[in-house]
């Protein structure tokens, strides 16, 4: 089983012990600490097999997660996952959003896009998904122009760098 499935176990059995009205706070909170054990320190503290099991699980609580998010914590740590954490976290963060009727987009373009462009472009998503859509926009000048636009596991290419290859592709063949 790759990681990712097991990531989403993870977050499936947190998301179906977890009430609906502190899921959301859940899911913040780990993000926040599946950040926070990204740290190189950390992170290596938590990977060395020569710290004792009890001194890590003292630095879990010592964090003061919230009880599911400490028993998920300390199921990972014991099962020797817990550098699935980040992964299990955004999988739970997904079903809270699609439980809610939200998706989160990531929007690349070549050049900042201006306020209202953003809003009309969270307006068309959210009538092509049905949904809320939560957008984040980035700025990379590799596109040289146009979007590129990650929404529920899709992406759509609409930049200019991506076109660019296509035409290049088509004169090769």
Do not use: C
């Not at 817990?82 to 955004?90: C, E, F, G, N």
């Not at 690349?108 to 092509?128: D, F, G, I, M, N």
């Not at 636009?149 to 930049?159: F, N």
């Amino acid at each position: 089983m790759s990681n990712k499935a097991v990531a989403n176990r993870y977050a499936q059995a947190l998301y179906d012990i977890v009430d609906a009205e502190v899921q959301e706070q859940v899911a913040e909170e780990l993000t926040a600490i599946s950040q926070a054990l990204q740290e190189p320190d950390v992170s290596a503290l938590f990977a060395n097999p020569r710290i004792p099991r009890s001194f890590k699980e003292k630095l879990i609580t010592d964090m003061q997660p919230s009880p599911h998010t400490e028993a998920l914590l300390r199921v990972m740590l014991e099962n020797r996952r817990l550098q699935l954490l980040s992964d299990a976290a955004a999988a739970f963060q997904e079903l809270v959003y699609r439980a809610r009727g939200k998706a989160k987009a990531e929007v690349l373009s070549a050049v900042p896009l201006s306020t209202e462009a953003l809003q009309e472009l969270r307006l068309k998503l959210s009538k092509l998904t049905g949904k809320t859509v939560e957008l984040t926009a980035s700025v990379d000048e590799r596109l040289w122009g146009g979007l590129r636009i990650r929404v529920d596991g899709k992406v759509i290419d609409g930049s200019l760098a991506h076109r660019l290859a296509r035409v290049k592709e088509q004169l090769l063949k």
